[in-house]
């Protein structure tokens, strides 16, 4: 399976980070590397760190070699700040990865950037590492499907 060669490739380009900074798990047909907060932006900030770059040019040297994937790059925030500007700050992090993810040589055609405040927690936000966990921009893999679409649509 093609996710799988590319979630193999991956567990060796970030082999060097805890599963603090990046983890992936695959989830319904599609991988899914959740990148923390800390290892992307500063508090508060909207531009991706040095570290974060390197982390994403680690990503992108595989996903360069993959180019039939669809990619969503998806912000989360925890429950820190108000509403609306979590919403707000969780697109313009998707936004800034994704800009980072095409400047190393990912084909921007296949990136979709969006953000979801803090409205899909995967951790109580009641705890300091709850809310360390909910602070993450997530890039989700998934198998391009317009090969598929063209073979029904000539049935």
Excluded: C
């Excluded at 799988?4 to 590397?33: D, F």
């Excluded at 990619?71 to 707000?88: E, K, L, P, Q, Y």
């Excluded at 969006?114 to 909910?134: D, I, L």
Aim: charged share 20%.
């Amino acid at each position: 399976e093609k996710l799988y060669a590319v979630y193999q490739s991956l567990l060796g380009a970030v082999k060097n980070y805890t599963p603090e900074e990046i983890n992936m798990t695959k989830k319904n047909g599609r991988l899914h590397i959740s990148l923390g907060q800390n290892l992307l932006f500063g508090n508060g900030e909207e531009n991706v760190s040095w570290d974060g770059k390197t982390a994403l040019r680690e990503i992108s040297d595989v996903l360069t070699k993959n180019r039939d994937l669809d990619i969503s790059v998806v912000g989360h925030t925890n429950s820190n700040g108000i509403a609306s500007r979590n919403w707000d700050l969780s697109v313009i992090r998707a936004t800034a990865v994704v800009k980072v993810l095409s400047s190393y040589g990912v084909a921007p055609e296949s990136i979709t950037a969006s953000g979801r405040g803090f409205y899909a927690p995967v951790a109580s936000n009641v705890t300091a590492s709850g809310k360390t966990e909910n602070a993450r921009t997530e890039i989700v893999l998934s198998p391009n499907l317009d090969e598929l679409y063209r073979m029904i649509d000539k049935q």
